[in-house]
């Protein structure tokens, strides 16, 4: 394929991915949507057997032993088929049955081989293309687990999963079960022509007629399923992105009652991958009567030159007989042969769209020198630090400088937008700066493993990530190593034990999806807990008290102090007593630090903090007027 080609696919992706983000939105504005999902840069069929070939390495034995079946079954059909003419030729003309006598033996025997073979070989197949989708779709799982966060902002969740699926599934089509058939079939014609070269020379002509017919049919239809197949695999991704999309957001949907629309927005989806699957079936299914004109002429030649040939007295009635169902044998094959060559294709263009993704690379990996760092003692130190996130031509921040000493609490504050949030992402490692430096202990991250430098950190978010299970395993998240002891005694710590206790199954108590059992509050004191446990040097605080009511703030507030009194700790928050009791405060505004100090200081300087102050006091005693109200 041209690079030109390559280039604009690229581009295109890039185009929709940003498109993406306002999916949702674009559809409730009820504007008619682009592409859900872009198409994947088309790859050609040899490179994606390179790149999925490596998974079927440690099955390689399998795979000849599978071979060797391939060929013991096609040999005992042919020895099969070849009883007839014995049978014909000894028995039904001469009138003698004593040789059916050994004839049937003979033919049962081989029928039951063939039957264990067969058996054997379609287990064979099955079980070594389970084994591949196994680790391929593992590997992927692993790989997009390695992917920056960009990378899944910049995506569609659902579009993942179907790729995580379907997508996979369609490799294996390709790969094993795919050449296995092809292996099969090709075996098949070696012999079968071997066979019919054997019993009469001229008829093996035929097989240069038909098999040409054969292959330019197949070649004609296999150009349009490969692009109908495309576009199925494309309009796939894009429905179950757009379904997970407006599930997730059920909500929304209901509260603004758009339920029609969304139905709507579904049912075009839903549309075009159905136009997509007929554009195909179309294709298949001419290929079947096709494949029987030609099937019927042939078998006709045959008949009529065999007819000649057996009055002439060249040929035996069993001869003629066996050949003709030799050549019934061959179209088997031939048709597995042309059905293939659009498995294939169907196949590649699932197979295109992961190799998209396991070409992604991670935004961020070790260098070749990092080093695990162990427990650090938790100094935090930014040297000029620069960042834009990619695609973006402005500064995220921009000579970002400031130190933490062990223990040390430092706040960022700021409006929405000013980089607070990006300091945090560069100290959790989710990016590199583009100049500058971030080091922890003296330690640049580059120089640092990021999985030992993870382990030194905890987090707690605004929106408080919780898995579906039990209380205790969401603390023990943590630290899975934790044990019941020191949950609970992370739990009290979080001022989270009390309410764990009165719920029906305490620590064993499901919290549901996302936590949807617990209140903002309960989910936010289990996450203190989480962090409390998992005991790192260093603790990364986001919004923690946003979103909920001021009565489940304050509760908060106390676990919380006592979680950042043991942490080097990087506070975002709006709320004024988080940021008060701070070490250092930095105000933010369009990525530069603007002001500098603590809280008496900076309020003496009467600048942007001490406006900030106002407006949040002015916010809190609006909300204690109103509550008392
Ligand atoms: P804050 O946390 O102070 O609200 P952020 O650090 O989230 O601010 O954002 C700083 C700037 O970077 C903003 O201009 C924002 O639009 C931009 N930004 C944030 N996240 C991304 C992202 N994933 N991709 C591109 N730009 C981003």
Redesign the pocket.
């Known amino acids: 394929m041209a690079k030109s080609e390559k280039d604009t696919a690229a581009a295109q992706g890039a185009r929709n991915g940003k498109r993406l983000r306002s999916g949702m939105l674009r559809a409730f504005v009820g504007q008619e949507g682009a592409d859900v999902v872009a198409p994947a840069p088309p790859l050609p069929v040899k490179e994606i057997f390179k790149e999925f070939w490596p998974y079927m390495r440690p099955y390689r034995r399998y795979l000849v032993g599978l071979l060797l079946l391939l060929l013991l079954l096609p040999l005992l059909d042919g020895a099969r088929l070849y009883m007839i003419k014995v049978t014909v030729d000894e028995v039904l003309i001469p009138g003698d049955l004593d040789p059916f006598l050994w004839i049937a033996p003979i033919v049962l025997g081989v029928t039951i081989l063939s039957g264990a073979f067969g058996y054997l070989q379609s287990y064979l197949v099955s079980w070594v293309g389970g084994r591949f989708l196994l680790a391929l779709r593992t590997r992927f799982f692993s790989h997009l687990q390695n992917l920056s966060l ?1 990378f899944f ?1 910049q995506r569609s969740l659902g579009d993942i999963l179907a790729r995580l699926t379907g997508d996979v599934a369609a490799i294996e089509a390709f790969v094993v079960s795919g050449l296995v058939a092809a292996a099969s079939s090709v075996a098949q014609l070696v012999i079968f022509g071997g066979a019919l070269i054997f019993l009469d020379w001229r008829l093996f002509i035929f097989i240069l007629v038909v098999g040409p017919l054969f292959a330019g049919l197949v070649r004609v239809l296999s150009r349009l399923i490969k692009r109908a197949s495309r576009e199925t695999r494309r309009r796939t991704g894009a429905m179950t992105a757009f379904a997970e999309e407006a599930l997730g957001n059920q909500s929304l949907v209901q509260g603004y009652n758009r339920q029609k629309l969304e139905i709507d927005r579904f049912h075009r989806e839903n549309v075009g991958q159905f136009e997509a699957q007929m554009l195909s079936a179309r294709a298949r299914s001419l290929f079947a009567p096709a494949t029987d004109l030609i099937q019927a002429v042939s078998g006709l030649v045959v008949l009529g030159v065999g007819a000649v040939a057996v009055k002439n007295g060249d040929l035996s009635v069993g001869a003629l007989l066996v050949t003709i169902a030799f050549l019934q044998r061959l179209y088997g094959p031939m048709r597995t042969l042309a059905r293939l060559y659009n498995v294939i294709y169907a196949a590649s263009a699932g197979a295109e769209r992961v190799i998209e993704y396991l070409r992604e690379v991670p935004a961020v990996t070790d260098s070749r020198d990092a080093k695990p760092i162990g427990r650090a003692r938790g100094k935090v130190e930014f040297e000029d630090v620069e960042f834009a ?1 990619p695609g ?1 031509d ?1 500064k ?1 921040l921009d000579g970002i400088s400031f130190r933490a000493d062990p223990g040390q609490t430092v706040a960022l504050v ?1 409006h ?7 300091i945090a992402r560069l100290m959790l490692r989710f990016h590199d700066p583009i100049a500058g430096h971030v080091r922890i202990d003296g330690v640049d991250l580059k120089d640092i493993t990021v999985s030992s430098l993870r382990d030194n950190m905890a987090l707690l978010l605004q929106e408080t990530l919780m898995f579906d299970g039990t209380i205790r395993e969401n603390i023990a998240y943590g630290r899975p190593a934790a044990t019941d002891e020191e949950i609970v005694a992370a739990a009290e710590a979080a001022d989270a034990h009390e309410f764990i206790d009165e719920l029906e199954g305490g620590y064993d108590a499901e919290v549901g999806q996302r936590g949807r059992r617990l209140s903002g509050g309960q989910r936010q004191r289990v996450a203190i807990a989480r962090a409390m446990i998992r005991d790192a040097p260093i603790l990364i605080l986001d919004e923690p008290t946003t979103g909920l009511d001021a009565e489940s703030s304050h509760k908060i507030l106390e676990p919380l102090r006592r979680l950042m009194s043991s942490h080097t700790t990087i506070v ?1 928050s709006h709320e004024l007593l988080t940021v008060r009791e701070a070490d250092v405060i930095l105000v ?1 505004d369009h ?1 530069k630090i603007i002001e500098r100090g603590s809280h008496d200081e900076l309020m003496a300087r009467n600048g942007a903090y001490t406006r900030f102050v106002r407006l949040q006091v002015g916010a809190r005693e609006a909300r204690e007027a109103f509550s008392g109200a």
């Open positions: 960009s902002e996130y973006s402005e995220a700021g929405s937008g000013a980089g607070k949030s990006t975002i933010l990525g």
